[in-house]
């Protein structure tokens, strides 16, 4: 009886180290969609602006580099 309540132990051990490395990479998988939709989403406002003429290319070009230079030094 004593090896079962071993072996009982010793699965649920594994299923909870399982159980959060699966919800942890679910929330990295999400957390990395939303910033995509994110930074997509400020890609076009910025074109949004140079097409309606409140903003040049020069200056749309020099804000999404800025935000692609910040992603890089988040990352790193």
Request: include cysteine.
């Amino acid at each position: 009886m004593d090896m079962l309540m071993q072996a009982a132990a010793d699965y649920y051990v594994i299923t909870v180290l399982g159980v959060c490395f699966a919800f942890g990479t679910v929330m990295k998988t999400v957390a990395s969609i939303v910033g995509n939709a994110t930074r997509e989403k400020s890609r076009r406002e910025i074109a949004a602006y140079i097409a309606e003429g409140s903003m040049s290319a020069d200056q749309g070009e020099r804000l999404i580099r800025a935000d692609v230079n910040r992603g890089h030094q988040h990352a790193a």
